[in-house]
């Protein structure tokens, strides 16, 4: 049906293009045909202007005429008047304009001077003279004057013979010419003032045709289209008459190019409405044939395109065609159907095998973890437990001894602090290698911040390091403050440790604590060396350290990881502005919320 819609479609363009350049070459024709009919009126015009001039040349030999003789000159140009209907009448006068003969009876209360416009220009020149467009003193109709000199005695003019044209007549000069219906012709003066129409003189000689945009003869283009005067549009053939200068124009319709063409239309439309419906008739019959059949076919690949792979009911086909592609479709579907089943179960095993593989690698890293966490555990915390019980009882009984000064106090007290600090620490050991830890409450990170510092200022061996401070955030996070307190103090003493290392002039740390979506990040960072790309990875490994042998045992990263990856947080490290490192830590946030006491 497509193949039937898309052939009448170029038909019917066809058919349109066909039509207009037929109509555009009917319209070509009419332009040639105003340009040959204006050059051959004009020649027509010209030969009547040439024996105007003849007649001229015979009547001011006539002596009657050169002798200014009113009663002899009257029967001649009476005469002459009659044979010359386009004439409106023949005018002989002195050097003075007086009327000295006329072809028509002058009324007693006439003019007694004719024609002053070119008077002067024939006696001075001895040339004959074109007036231009007037109303006939004599006979008060349109029209214009040829006027000729009469030669004198001594060569000089001695009068002026003015033949007057009847401009309402004149058009008959153009009437041997047959043109179209509804053509007319016009002859306009300079400033585009109609002298001559073929057509409704009385109502437009004498007339501007379109005063603001007059054209000089020689600017007049040979063929234009425009509207008429009448408001007919027409194409125009134009052509100059120098005698005036004047310009004779002939209209030919534009509707003529339309009436020419309208019958081949007309056959063309019928051809093309009969060939339109047999193409139809034709494509309905084809569609009848084919519309089934293809229904079926798309029905079942909508069933397949949507995921359904059960082979199709079988269906009966017109021709061996569409039974053959009705066939591989149901054989398609049904290899669809087993690819699909076969694919489904080669996924799942994959996904189990991965499950397992998994499992079995967080297995494998948990026991390792595991295993050397619980050797350093089982070799060193029942070592330390029993001096560090000591250490805590004999702080108790020193703190009931009578009489010791407040200063022994205190130092009694910070040395029973840390001994708690490192029982914490060790029984945080314990948790890294189970995965728990204490009870979460909800914590201030300026609190343990602040706990840090306060422990860091009373050590002794502490080199001079800047530590500024930087609390955005007063919201809680959920976790322990021993556990929290020994991240952060972890964090400190790698950063005063690296930047003791690099021997830095103005050792510097930055402890800040800000919101980060619904976190809290704790971040120490220095202006040391920062960490190697190399070493990044193995950060939080248990037992990796960059120190020296004998200075670090590797397990602070590790615990700290284990601390805050109990509490359900994230830890990490990126390097800063300062070149130095940046270690952090996220914590969610505590719903309720509360100002901290740093």
């Given amino acids: 049906m497509l193949v039937v819609t898309g052939l009448l ?19 070509a024709d009419l332009r040639e045909q105003a340009s040959v009919v204006v050059a051959t009126e004009a020649a027509y015009l010209d030969q009547r202007l040439d024996n105007l001039d003849a007649l001229a040349t015979v009547v001011t030999a006539y002596p009657t005429v050169r002798a200014l003789d009113p009663a002899g000159s009257r029967d001649l140009l009476a005469s002459l008047l009659a044979r010359y209907p386009f004439l409106l009448n023949i005018v002989v006068t002195d050097p003075a304009g007086r009327i000295r003969g006329s072809a028509v009876e002058l009324p007693a209360a006439g003019p007694a001077r004719y024609d002053a416009a070119c008077l002067e220009t024939v006696m001075r020149t001895g040339r004959p003279c074109t007036g231009p467009y007037a109303v006939d003193a004599l006979l008060h109709r349109p029209t214009i004057v040829l006027a000729y000199p009469i030669p004198g005695e001594d060569g000089q003019p001695a009068g002026v013979l003015d033949l007057a044209l009847n401009l309402l007549t004149l058009q008959g000069a153009f009437a041997s010419i047959p043109l179209p219906a509804g053509s007319v012709v016009t002859l306009t003066d300079r400033a585009s003032r109609v002298l001559v129409r073929s057509r409704d003189a009385e109502k437009y000689v004498g007339r501007l045709v379109d005063p603001g945009h007059a054209l000089a003869p020689s600017q007049v283009p040979p063929i234009d289209v425009r509207r008429g005067l ?19 124009s002939v209209g030919l319709p534009v509707s003529l190019a339309l009436d020419r063409v309208w019958p081949l239309w007309r056959r063309n439309f019928f051809i093309a409405v009969g060939t339109v419906l047999a193409m139809m008739l034709f494509g309905l019959f084809l569609a009848r044939g084919i519309a089934q059949p293809l229904g079926a076919l798309t029905r079942i690949a909508r069933q397949i395109a949507g995921g359904d792979f059960s082979p199709p009911p079988p269906t009966a086909m017109p021709n061996r065609e569409f039974a053959q592609l009705h066939d591989d479709f149901r054989t398609m579907a049904a290899r669809l159907a087993e690819a699909r089943a076969a694919l489904d179960e080669q996924v799942a095993q994959e996904r189990r095998a991965r499950e397992e593989v ?50 022994a106090l205190d130092e009694v007290a910070f040395i029973q602090e840390q001994g ?3 029982r914490d620490i060790i029984r945080n050991l314990s948790r890294f290698s189970r995965q728990d830890a204490s009870p979460a409450t909800p914590v201030h990170l300026g609190e343990v911040v602040a706990a840090v510092l306060q422990l860091r200022g009373r050590d002794p061996d502490r080199p001079g390091v800047r530590c500024d401070v930087e609390l955005q955030s007063t919201r809680p996070v959920v976790g322990g403050f021993t556990e929290l ?7 400190v003493l790698n950063a005063e440790q690296a930047l003791t290392a690099c021997g830095r002039p103005d050792p510097r740390i930055a402890i800040r604590v800000r919101d980060v979506d619904g976190s809290v990040r704790l971040e120490v960072g220095d202006n040391g060396t920062g960490v190697a790309e190399a070493d990044q990875a193995k950060l939080f490994q248990p037992f990796f350290t960059t120190k020296p042998v004998g200075e670090g045992t590797g397990l602070g990263l590790s615990v700290s990881y284990g601390i805050i990856d109990a509490y359900g947080g994230t830890i990490g490290y990126r390097g800063n502005d ?5 270690f952090y830590f996220d914590l969610p946030a505590h719903s309720s919320g509360g100002v901290a006491q740093a």
Avoid: C, K
């Fill in 9 to 27: 479609l170029l038909l019917i363009v066809a058919i349109a293009w066909s039509a207009t350049r037929t109509y555009r070459e009917r319209e």
């Fill in 230 to 248: 009448d408001g007919v549009a027409e194409i125009f053939g134009n052509a100059v008459i120098a005698r005036g200068p004047w310009v004779l």
């Fill in 358 to 407: 998994q499992e079995l690698q967080n297995q494998v890293v948990r026991q390792e973890r595991l295993a050397a966490v619980g050797l350093l555990v089982s070799g060193v915390g029942h070592e330390l437990n029993n001096p560090l019980q000591a250490i805590l009882g004999a702080t108790e009984l020193i703190q009931r001894t009578p009489d010791l000064p407040r200063e």
């Fill in 420 to 422: 708690a600090r490192a």
């Fill in 485 to 491: 307190q020994q991240v952060v103090l972890n964090f």
């Fill in 578 to 582: 300062w070149g130095g490192a940046t």
